[in-house]
């Protein structure tokens, strides 16, 4: 061995010394003795104190192992079995033993050893393993672990296999049913019963072993009094019997015919029946009730499945003794799903579930059937409960896990109602009332759950069932009388932050309720407005309450009108500005003002007052902004600590977003014109203008800006479009890549809005833009800065939308009306883009606006001077870019592109007739030096349908390739 090169194994080794490792690792690994050495190194002694030297060693033979050793000779076989026999026996020895990490490692480099070699290289694997069981404890461990790393290489169905790798398991799994596994069944109890007392370690793995073996070999190998009796007693001893009832779940799981498996399940319940073990105490241990409550889930699917087989058979008597069987395990499963221990109830929440989808394939439900269900219910309500020691404040792992379990219990709850919608709303009808009626007494939990279960009352019954409330009173549902006795209940008031904000999210879910009983609509506005919600003291009340405040509004915006000053009133303190300067607690985060600052603008959008009045309230909305914005914009630009600064920038920005987000009120029915609140929003756009002029947080700033505008030209008219010359201007001074392609959308939108309005303004800073752009994309970067790279990508694409939308637009004039060799300038870059850049997208962008002009342009009385281009530039292309060596036919991508290549060839072709066809025939495909036979061929493709031309198109292009 290279000393030297070891040293670099030391995790505290520098880079030159792990390298130079590295190195010889790969050295060792493709040289023909390379695993000899690393074998010679192992069984030599010297390295054991180092496990990093022995790992690295391990790591050289398991790759030889996988990669040469079917093909080595006899003497090489003999000598890795030598050297395998003699790492075993080093194994075996406590003064030679290795950590798990390294023994793990060894077990593994059997496993491969053994798929290659077994049965016809080495027949007597197993025997000679079995012979070395007399050394001890080590010995019978490491034989253990070498099973199961066997298994996991032969047997496991979660790894991936080959058709030939699948043949080789088969044949090696039936040669040991055959020759070796009554032997290794008898080692698996000789070890068991040798070593249940004295090494408990060592006889749980044997448990993992029977448990994975179970599955492809003889049952009755295991299931027989011998190991069961066995596996009963250890069942009983605290270090075993989690294992224990692994072994045991293995043994139910393994498949089988589905009486045999019935009864095999029922011998086993018997049994744990009898010695008591099934119906463990409650002061019991968790992990070993949470290992057999899993146990029993098990019994439970595998009881479904066995009923499922048989109902599809004949055999009715056989069918009923299973449906039996498995109506006998509810009890248990109530038993488990109940316990305090969530741990242990969660591991049995699938057979629940599953014994519900039993239960609605009958006809008709006997009376224990019914009992069971009402018995699941009340399981389940009592496991929803909150404990003592949830924490509302910070929800942290624990709390997590909880929510978690509670959504496996909803999900049984919601198809317990899809199974018998009256059962549960009764049952939640009779809790709510008993509750809510004497909420002031009761524990927080208890009233918490009655809102949570009326909340979750409309997901599990669907409006789709019967219209949830009624104007009628005689037709008023039980969840209608529940919603009221909710919201006149009082309960809102609740000290405890779970109830209040149970009550808004149950208030909004249900808002419909407060279109037929509208005089319960003040009480609640003033639960959310009031330190219930909105002014909560707890931050995460507030936060949520914005948000369902949001929705409720706008669920009920019709009847409201009388209400709106006074809730935009109460919700002013909430609407300032978070700056660096206030130094308070904010009530509110920016995120939970976005929506407040929606809700207020439908409020005054959709209110009944009269243009004027709306403006006044829109004015005053918007006023906190607008009054500060200006002064934090001095204070950003002179303040030198540069953590204030960035503080004052985003502050700015959250300032330009509450204002978009309060123009969402705006739709085609209530525009703003109508609203009479043009003047309120572009006053303010002048405000937000300035901010492009301030070199600090620029790009920060300027989303805020751009995010503003956008909205403006959704919600206004021609109004806008003054400003936009100037927001232009700013926004392209100095305009990085990121900067330009997020900026092209929105000139994008504003042509798709406005087109031949904006024509004007457009042919007047079309050349500025491009040359903007194309100055960025010229700029020299370095290759390896990949987000440069992806930057210069994403905004070349984003120019290439931006012509196409002018050409898709109605609005080429902008183009046709630039001086010719400006115009020629832009043309030439969309041919580039076609066939020179290796982007699918891209190409596919400018190939369709090729297309376009040609359909505008390419007639005989087009543009001047197109025609010529035309055939010189955009022809070419079209054969151009397919015979580039980065056009992948392959790629469905590409494929695009060539339908789009299609398309415009067959737009000249539309254009020019004959003309074109001529010009394929005579001059331009015989300088590609196609033959006679195949240009007539191309031209009659050329001239039939779409579909045959671009299919032939493919054909032509790929024989060309090759």
């Known amino acids: 061995m290279d000393e030297h090169a070891l040293l670099g194994l030391d995790p505290q080794a520098d880079r030159d010394s792990r390298q130079r490792a590295i190195q010889y690792f790969e050295q060792l690994k493709v040289s023909l003795d390379g695993w000899k050495v690393c074998a010679a190194a192992l069984t030599s002694g010297t390295y054991y104190s180092n496990d990093h030297v022995k790992f690295f060693c391990y790591q050289v033979i398991e790759n030889y192992l996988k990669t040469r050793y079917l093909t080595a000779s006899p003497v090489e076989l003999q000598e890795m079995k030598a050297s395998l026999v003699t790492i075993f026996r080093l194994q075996s020895q406590e003064s030679t033993q290795d950590k798990s990490f390294i023994r793990n490692k060894v077990a593994q480099i059997y496993s491969l050893a053994f798929i290659a070699d077994y049965p016809h290289r080495w027949a007597t694997f197993f025997t000679d393993l079995l012979q070395s069981l007399h050394l001890g404890s080590l010995a019978v461990e490491m034989y253990l672990k070498i099973l199961l790393a066997i298994d996991s290489e032969v047997v496991d169905r979660e790894i991936v296999h080959t058709q030939q790798e699948t ?81 045991i779940h293995e043994i139910i799981s393994k498949g089988m015919d589905p009486m045999t498996k019935t009864k095999l399940i029922e011998s086993f319940t018997s049994i744990l029946e009898n010695t008591g073990v099934i119906h463990p105490t409650e002061d019991e241990e968790g992990d070993f009730v949470a290992k057999m409550s899993r146990l029993v889930n098990c019994m439970g699917l595998q009881l479904i499945q066995s009923w499922q087989k048989l109902s599809k058979t004949t055999e009715t008597e056989n069918t009923a003794l299973a449906l039996q069987a498995l109506e006998n395990k509810v009890s248990l499963m109530f038993r488990f799903l109940g316990d305090e221990d969530d741990d242990v109830s969660g591991a049995i929440t699938t057979f629940a579930h599953d014994y519900i989808n039993v239960l ?18 009340l399981v389940v309500v009592k496991k929803m409960k909150y404990d003592e020691s949830y924490n509302f404040e910070q929800e942290g792992e624990e709390e997590a896990m909880f929510q978690e379990y509670r959504k496996q219990l909803k999900v049984i709850f919601n198809n317990l109602a899809q199974l018998d919608s009256q059962l549960i709303v009764g049952a939640v009808h009779n809790l709510v009332a008993s509750t809510l009626q004497n909420w002031k ?15 979750m009352l409309g997901e599990a019954i669907p409006s789709s069932q019967g219209q949830h409330f009624s104007g009628n009173q005689s037709k008023a549902t039980a969840l209608q009388e529940m919603m009221r006795l909710m919201v006149t209940s009082g309960v809102s008031h609740h000290a405890h932050p779970s109830i209040p904000l149970q009550f808004f999210e149950t208030v909004v879910r249900y808002d419909k309720f407060f279109h037929v009983e509208t005089l319960h609509i003040a009480e609640v506005l003033m639960a959310f407005l009031d330190e219930r919600g909105l002014h909560n003291k707890s931050p995460h009340v507030r936060s949520r309450v914005a948000y369902l405040f949001s929705r409720f509004v706008k669920g009920i915006k019709v009847h409201i009108q009388s209400y709106i000053e006074e809730i935009l009133k109460r919700i002013h303190d909430l609407l300032v500005l978070n700056t660096p300067d206030n130094g308070i607690q904010h009530s509110l985060t920016s995120d939970d003002q976005m929506f407040l600052y929606e809700t207020a603008g439908v409020l005054v959008v959709f209110s009944q007052f009269a243009p004027e009045k709306k403006q006044q309230l829109m004015r005053e909305l918007l006023a906190p902004i607008v009054n500060r914005f200006g002064g934090l914009l001095t204070k950003m630009c002179t303040e030198t600590d540069e953590r ?11 300032a330009m977003a509450f204002a978009s987000r309060t123009s969402k009120g705006f739709s085609n ?36 800006v751009r995010q503003y505008l956008h909205r403006m030209v959704v919600c206004l008219e021609s109004e806008i479009l003054p400003y936009i010359p100037v927001a232009m201007e700013h926004l392209l001074k100095q305009a990085d890549a990121r900067e330009l392609h997020d900026f092209i959308p929105l000139m994008n939108q504003v042509v798709q809005k406005f087109k031949k309005h904006i024509a004007p303004f457009l042919q007047e800073v079309f050349m500025l833009l491009v040359s903007v752009i194309f100055q960025v994309l010229n700029s020299p970067t370095d290759a390896l800065d990949q987000v440069a790279t992806g930057d210069k990508k994403m905004l070349r694409r984003s120019y290439f939308l931006f012509l196409s939308n002018l050409v898709n637009n109605d609005v ?51 543009l001047a001077g197109f025609g010529d281009f035309m055939y010189k530039s955009i022809i070419p292309a079209c054969f151009m870019a397919p015979t580039k060596t980065t056009f992948d036919m392959a790629d469905a991508q590409t494929i695009l592109v060539l339908g789009e290549i299609a398309q415009c060839l067959k737009a000249v072709l539309e254009k020019r007739g004959e003309d074109f066809l001529n010009y394929l025939q005579t001059e331009y495909l015989p300088t590609l030096n196609v033959t006679p036979e195949i240009i007539q061929e191309f031209c009659q493709a050329l001239k039939s349908d779409a579909k045959v031309f671009k299919k032939y198109l493919k054909m032509f292009f790929s024989q060309a390739k090759s």
């Open 812 to 862: 080429t004039e902008v183009l046709a009306n630039q001086e010719g060799q400006n115009l020629q300038q832009v043309l030439i870059t969309i041919i580039q883009g076609a066939v020179d850049i290796p982007d699918p997208q891209g190409q596919k962008l400018c190939f369709a606006i090729l297309r376009r002009l040609v359909e505008i342009w390419g007639g005989k009385d087009g």
């Open 167 to 247: 043949e080789r398991n088969t044949m090696i799994k039936d040669t040991m049913r055959e020759h070796c596994i009554g032997q290794l069944v008898n080692s698996w109890f000789q070890i068991i019963t040798t070593y249940e007392t004295s090494n408990p370690e060592v006889t749980c793995i044997c448990q993992d072993v029977i448990g994975k073996y179970v599955s492809w070999i003889d049952i009755n190998l295991i299931a027989n009094d011998r190991f069961v009796s066995i596996l009963m007693r250890f069942l009983k001893m605290p270090l075993l019997r989690e294992s224990a009832c692994d072994c």
């Open 360 to 377: 609605k394939q009958m006809t008709s439900f006997s009376q224990k059937q019914r009992q069971n269900m009402e018995g699941l219910l």
């Open 644 to 654: 204030k600064r960035l503080g004052y920038a985003q502050c700015l920005s959250q």
């Open 441 to 455: 007494a009761m524990e927080y939990q208890d009233v918490e759950l009655a809102v949570t279960l009326l909340y």
């Open 669 to 704: 029915q209530q525009t703003m014109k109508q609203c009479g609140c043009i003047e309120a929003f572009t006053e303010t756009l002048k405000v937000f203008l300035q901010a492009l002029n301030t070199p600090h947080h620029r790009q920060l700033l300027h989303i805020g």
